[in-house]
């Protein structure tokens, strides 16, 4: 019984030292909970604190200091009811553009340094239209991508930046046209907006607003044709245009409105623009640039369809059959086809060559420049032109113009008595890639927004130099003997220049490809076949050589009303020698198709010896071989110095690729 009382004391001693430490471990657990309560709490309170103590600025992005090329359309669901967008066309992904017009400004203060976020209120409907080029204080550009979505809704930069107190400037570029942006917030909170945001540190007063839609318009070469464009307000506007064959109506008004262009008759072979100016106090104005179709002098032009409106056609365009099916049978059909042409590869390839009068350009030459000068749209450019004087001949001389220079045999030249002048393009128009869009002398007259990509702009400053050698005899130059090439993407620019300016005798575009000698169609069916060429898709993102909106034709060359074999043919029957590498990149089948289907078009004027194709191989891009110098001798003989009887009948072919006909041409060859 000792033993079993013994047991039992044990026992319960035992169970009450584990009473105690379960109660104190309770007590223990409770105290923790408290404590972590009220931790929770004070770094609730504190992150409260930091947040209301945060730095936060909001801008509406309508009301910062907006370049030219942006839109400000309205929007109930928008901060302050606007926001701002590129207009169409509008495209920079590769790098950010340099033009300050496709620019919005936002200046800024914080009073304390730190590390700051961007947040912005956008909104982009697909992912092609959801990016924008952003820097800070001048800085590098970064892009800003991917962040699209269907409804107004705050997206974070994904930079930071590290801020000292003052003043500072953000600013935003585009890069693909249909991204919209209506506020941003500039913080040191991590928090993302919501709603509409606070309001905004660069309110606009008033909240008035101003766009237009579209910004180009194109009516016809008849007498009273019509284009209209939407104005987009609720404030009153005035309308002004600065052309006298061109009339507004109604030159002003209140809120929304449609205004009426209405043209007298454009007899020349050239388009013409003006500009129309929308104005209403206080904002920025927006312009409108109205195109008219050249009249071909007694030819018709008609409206240039639209592009939804455009069949698909594999073969090469019939160059001998109208817009409206009527078939070209006499040589006065063929000037008119000619201009029909030459309307359709500006409305839709290469934008509108201004019909500048000849009484704008002014030159003086000083030494071995001239300096050409251009009054127009109430704006003055100027530029010089480097001629290198012949070692032979006697003056006035031809001259051969090179579109950024000549990569031909100039020695050569120089002893045949033929000057070299060097045509500063890149100065008139730049083509260093994607950002290069608007920027340039012919922009600086007509406007950044102006249809025309950089080879129609080339083409007319060439038509101005050639402008200048017609007023100013001290140039020695005979102006009725030029002739015009460039090598690469300026072959392009020679190609153009020659296709519309009939007083250039002799076009040889070098080495020009893609764009230049090769046909687009052509072009995509050898990429089809595994061949590496350059395509329609590949370079409209290349540079800004064609009109912006030429990348609807990406995935759809076959649209296209015509092709190069029509561009080439615009020189007929003038004179044209095409000098070709056997280069894939280049594109050698299609430009050798090209210049057969091409050939058809002096083959129907009776015409053989004035249009020349010669192909070869074995050297490297631009460097002109001597195997090739006999034939230029012949071209520049016979067309630019006169009296040569050299063989001008050329369709060289070294490599031996192949003209499909079957393939390409559905059509007959009139004699005209």
């Not at 009301?63 to 207009?87: E, F, H, M």
């Not at 800024?108 to 340094?113: E, G, L, M, P, Y």
């Not at 209209?228 to 506007?237: D, E, G, P, R, Y």
Request: include cysteine; aromatic fraction near 8%.
């Amino acid at each position: 019984m000792l033993k079993s009382l013994a047991h039992a004391k044990r026992n319960g001693y035992g169970d009450l030292v584990r009473s105690k430490r379960a109660k104190a471990m309770k007590a223990l657990i409770s105290v923790s909970k408290r404590t972590i309560v009220v931790a929770v709490v004070v770094l609730t309170l504190l992150s409260a604190v930091a947040e209301a103590q945060s730095t936060s600025i909001w801008m509406e992005a309508e009301c910062a200091s907006v370049g030219s090329l942006w839109n400000k359309p309205t929007d109930a669901n928008a901060s302050n009811s606007r926001y701002v967008t590129i207009q169409s066309g509008n495209n920079s992904t590769a790098s950010a553009p340099t033009n300050t017009a496709g620019h919005i400004i936002f200046p800024f203060s914080v009073s304390q340094s730190g590390t700051y976020r961007l947040f912005a209120r956008v909104l982009g409907q697909t992912a092609n239209d959801d990016s924008y080029w952003v820097r800070m204080d001048g800085g590098s550009w970064v892009m800003w991508n991917n962040w699209w979505t269907t409804v107004w809704a705050w997206r974070q930069f994904p930079n930071t930046f590290n801020l000292s107190a003052g003043t500072h400037t953000l600013t935003f570029a585009f890069r693909e046209d249909g991204a919209q942006l209506d506020k941003i917030n500039i913080t040191t909170s991590s928090a993302l907006p919501t709603g509409t945001g606070s309001t905004a540190s660069n309110l606009c007063s008033g909240g008035t607003t101003l766009s237009v839609s579209p910004a180009t318009v194109n009516v016809a070469a008849a007498a009273n044709s019509t284009g209209t464009f939407n104005i987009t307000s609720n404030t009153s506007w005035t309308v002004t245009d600065n052309q006298s064959w061109l009339t507004v109506s109604p030159t002003s008004g209140s809120n929304n409105g449609t205004v009426t262009a209405t043209a007298q008759a454009n007899t020349s072979t050239s388009a013409r623009t003006a500009t129309v100016t929308v104005s209403a106090t206080g904002l920025p104005s927006q312009t409108v640039t109205v195109t008219q179709s050249g009249g071909g002098g007694a030819c018709t032009i008609p409206p240039m369809p639209s592009y939804a409106s455009l069949p698909s056609n594999s073969f090469l365009p019939d160059p001998f059959t109208f817009m409206n099916g009527t078939p070209v049978r006499t040589r006065a059909d063929w000037t008119c086809r000619r201009a029909e042409i030459a309307a359709l590869a500006q409305e839709f390839e290469y934008g509108y060559k201004p019909n500048t009068p000849n009484s704008a350009t002014t030159a003086a030459r000083n030494g071995n420049t001239l300096t050409v000068s251009v009054t127009d749209n109430g704006r003055t450019i100027s530029f010089n032109a480097a001629i290198t004087y012949p070692s032979g001949g006697s003056a006035p001389y031809p001259a051969m113009i090179g579109v950024g220079g000549s990569n031909l045999n100039n020695s050569t030249l120089s002893s045949m008595g033929v000057a070299v002048i060097t045509f500063p393009n890149s100065e008139i128009a730049q083509q260093n890639n994607q950002s290069s869009r608007g920027v340039g002398k012919f922009y600086d007259l007509y406007g950044s927004n102006h249809s025309a990509g950089a080879l129609m702009a080339w083409a007319w400053g060439v038509s101005r130099l050639i402008d200048a050698l017609e007023k100013t005899p001290a140039a020695n130059i005979d102006p009725t003997r030029l002739g015009v090439t460039g090598c690469s993407r300026n072959g392009k620019g020679a190609l153009v220049a020659g296709a519309f300016d009939e007083r250039i005798k002799l076009t040889i575009p070098q080495e020009s490809g893609s764009g230049g000698s090769a046909s687009w169609r052509v072009s995509d069916w050898m990429a089809s076949q595994g061949q590496e060429t350059q395509t329609l898709s590949e370079i409209v993102n290349e540079n800004v050589w064609f009109r912006a909106n030429f990348n609807q034709f990406s995935s759809t060359a076959n649209k296209l009303p015509f092709d190069h074999h029509s561009i080439i043919g615009l020189v007929a029957p003038r004179a044209i020698l095409t000098i070709e590498n056997d280069i894939l990149w280049l594109g050698p089948q299609s430009s050798w198709s090209a210049a057969n289907a091409a050939r058809m078009v002096w083959q129907a004027l009776g015409v053989f010896d004035t249009m020349g194709y010669s192909l070869t191989t074995g050297h490297t891009h631009c460097a002109f071989p001597a195997s090739q110098q006999s034939e230029v001798n012949a071209y520049v003989q016979k067309f630019l110095i006169g009296g040569g009887t050299g063989n001008t009948n050329v369709m060289r072919n070294d490599p031996g690729v192949t003209f499909n006909e079957a393939m390409w041409v559905n059509w007959t060859v009139p004699g005209l």
